[in-house]
Nanobody, 124 residues
């Protein structure tokens, strides 16, 4: 069973930055054959898509509210995906989850593997 472990969350002031990491292990296939995604869930809200990156990083996708502020990247040699978050806003406060799937363009419901999440809190 694929294991995903997020790290890097914390408390930051508005305008600050954080970098989330997600390390994958117990992979059935090589890491570069998984599309990786980041999702978030704020209190009282449904989980939402944040960003995704293709197998070798050639394509990235973002939800509109984070475009220009967040950057998703991956290091296939380290089996790790990152989410660099800049210019953070209080509305970015949420639990952030990474997810993996072998489809090239998975929808949120397609992702087979999920981490347990890391809390990001942005104070105003």
């Amino acid at each position: 069973q694929v294991q995903l472990v997020e790290s890097g969350g914390g408390l930051v002031q508005a305008g600050g930055s954080l970098r989330l990491s997600c390390a994958a292990s117990r992979l059935t296939f090589t890491f570069d054959s998984y599309t990786m995604g980041w999702f978030r869930q704020a209190p009282g809200k449904e989980r939402e898509f944040v960003a995704a990156i293709s197998w070798r990083g050639g394509s990235t996708y973002y939800t509109d509210p984070v475009k220009g502020r967040f950057t998703i990247s991956r290091d296939n040699a380290k089996n790790t995906v990152y989410l660099q978050m800049n210019s953070l806003k209080p509305e970015d406060t949420a639990v952030y989850y990474c997810a993996a799937d072998r489809r090239m363009v998975p929808t949120e419901n397609d992702y087979n593997y999920w981490g347990q999440g890391t809390q990001v809190t942005v104070s105003s």
